[in-house]
């Protein structure tokens, strides 16, 4: 089966609320696509590129991955190179793409980690894989306690004077890590651009630092997992599909999770506040997530093109009443059913 060739929609900038990243000046749409273990090898070549099409035409011009995102890793990047030159040869400079290095990629001492060595290597290998010269956005994909902080800044600021990256950024870094790889990449003049870690109403750890240090560093927020991998939407509610994340081997989410009393209590009285607002759970939850002014996106995945249209929708109605935030808190209570 094949599809018409593409033609992006004339109105695909009109509507999104972009944010400035930081004190930069790249801006980003408010949700921004990831194509993390949604986007691997057992997933239809065809819907993959529907979702990439359609999610662009609703102004979504971020696209989020990592080099071993898939599965198995490496797939999600092979996947997104071929949509790239099928369907957004001439549109590349509409879009940001980034990608990541960090953790397991092949075997080897290599392989993982922060090392020069590895991220060059690895944002080679990623570039191959897209097809492209370079990405806009090349991050550190977890802190390295084996490796000196200056050397893996140092390949990052190397990636950006390259060409091979037009942004440096972090992710999964403390507040204090973070203050000091901003530091280290100032003083090699490759300002430190953005920072992702996860943010949801389960997962609020970056409330107690990070988003202070951000702040005052003018760096951006990618939040990831806002819908904490399904659980803070209603799919959950009335038992584990068998077809689902949590139904199926993945490790990230459990049925154990899922069938927590604490879960389902908290989940359910997060749902009636956001049936109060008009909303469903999963676009209160991307509405709550993009509530602080830190925060330039918010990254989601899709399974379909009208999953990615609800959450789009989202964008209809981003604020909160005083009184709705306090009942959330009633129910977003930090580490619950991680």
Known sequence: ??????SPAAYRFDNTPYRRVGRSGLQLPPISLGLWQNF??????????????????????????????????????THFGRIL????GSLRDEMVIS????????DGPYGDGGSRKYLLSSLDQSL???GLDYVDIFYHHREDPDTPLEETMGALAHA???GKALY?????????????????????????LIHQPSYSMFNRHIENGLLDTVDELGVGLAAFSPLQQGLLTNRYMSGVPQTSRAGSSSPSLSVKQVNDPKYQQRVRGLSEIAHDRGQSLAQMALAWALRHPQVSTALVGASSVHQLEQNIDTLKKLDFTAEELRRIDEYAVDGTAR
């Open 40 to 77: 691997g090898e057992s997933r239809d070549p065809l819907t993959l590129r529907t979702i990439v099409r359609r999610a662009f035409d609703l102004g979504v011009t971020h696209f989020d991955l990592a080099n071993n995102y898939g599965p198995p890793p490496g797939s999600a990047e």
């Open 168 to 192: 440096a950024g972090i992710s999964n870094y403390s507040p204090e890590k973070t203050r000091l790889a901003a530091r280290i990449l100032e003083d090699l003049g490759t300002p430190l």
């Open 160 to 162: 950006v004077r390259s």
């Open 85 to 88: 030159e099928k369907d957004f």
């Open 99 to 106: 990608t990541k290095a960090g953790y397991q990629m092949w």
């Open 1 to 6: 089966m094949s599809i018409d060739a593409y």
């Open 128 to 130: 191959g894989r897209l």
